[in-house]
T-cell receptor, first 113, second 109 residues
Framework: NAGVTQTPKFQVLKTGQSMTLQCAQD?????MSWYRQDPGMGLRLIHY???????DQGEVPNGYNVSRSTTEDFPLRLLSAAPSQTSVYFC????????????FGPGTRLLVL | GQQVMQIPQYQHVQEGEDFTTYCNSS?????IQWYKQRPGGHPVFLIQ?????EVKKQKRLTFQFGEAKKNSSLHITATQTTDVGTYFC?????????FGQGTELSVKP
């Protein structure tokens, strides 16, 4: 049982490049979410999903896309990276609904030059 | 939209001193969760409070949920170096879990 896994651990992008941050969980959790963490800003919700085929926007969704084709996977796509997207990205999942314990992945450190 | 404010942003204590972080919401919360993030790590769930006025303890940690369910606090008695990290509160609204800015605790031996 690996829990929540994220790849890559670290990525450097140039402005305008696109990439996908991968997130997978093997706990059969319905609820998954993406957060970004910046100094002094805490964890800000980007997008979340309450189940396969269902996604919704969080606090800071601009510049990011998500999809949820399976229960296990919840990738985060940056269509055209900007320096403002330099951050640490965490994926999280929880059981039947969002009010249960959130299990976080190890994070992806993204640097956009 | 809902805001979850957390203070202080930083707290430096001598080992053995007590520590408290406060969390305040602009709206009534259905419940509140607390997480700890060690330096370089990811947030780890500590506890969830649901009832108005609820108090829960985990060894040296005491968690409180306000009567109006708009505020919460985490108190650590006699801090140890292992308590170092950032403590986050998080509240739910409309299917979203919103985190406070966190309180970074450093402990001087």
């Amino acid at each position: 049982n690996a829990g929540v896994t994220q790849t890559p651990k670290f990525q450097v992008l140039k402005t305008g490049q696109s990439m996908t941050l991968q997130c997978a969980q093997d706990m059969n959790h319905e609820y998954m979410s993406w957060y970004r963490q910046d100094p002094g800003m805490g964890l800000r919700l980007i997008h979340y999903s309450v189940g396969a085929g269902i996604t919704d926007q969080g606090e800071v969704p601009n510049g990011y896309n998500v999809s949820r084709s399976t229960t296990e996977d919840f990738p985060l796509r940056l269509l055209s990276a900007a320096p403002s997207q330099t951050s640490v990205y965490f994926c999280a999942s929880s059981g039947r609904d969002y009010q249960e314990t959130q299990y976080f992945g190890p994070g992806t450190r993204l640097l956009v030059l | 939209g809902q805001q979850v404010m957390q203070i202080p942003q930083y707290q430096h204590v001598q080992e053995g001193e007590d520590f408290t972080t406060y969390c305040n919401s602009s709206t009534t919360l259905s419940n509140i969760q607390w997480y700890k993030q060690r330096p370089g790590g990811h947030p780890v769930f500590l506890i969830q409070l649901v009832k108005s006025g609820e108090v829960k303890k985990q060894k040296r940690l005491t968690f409180q949920f306000g009567e109006a369910k708009k505020n919460s606090s985490l108190h650590i008695t006699a801090t140890q170096t292992t308590d170092v990290g950032t403590y986050f509160c998080a509240g739910h609204q409309g299917g979203k879990l919103i985190f406070g800015q966190g309180t970074e605790l450093s402990v001087k031996p």
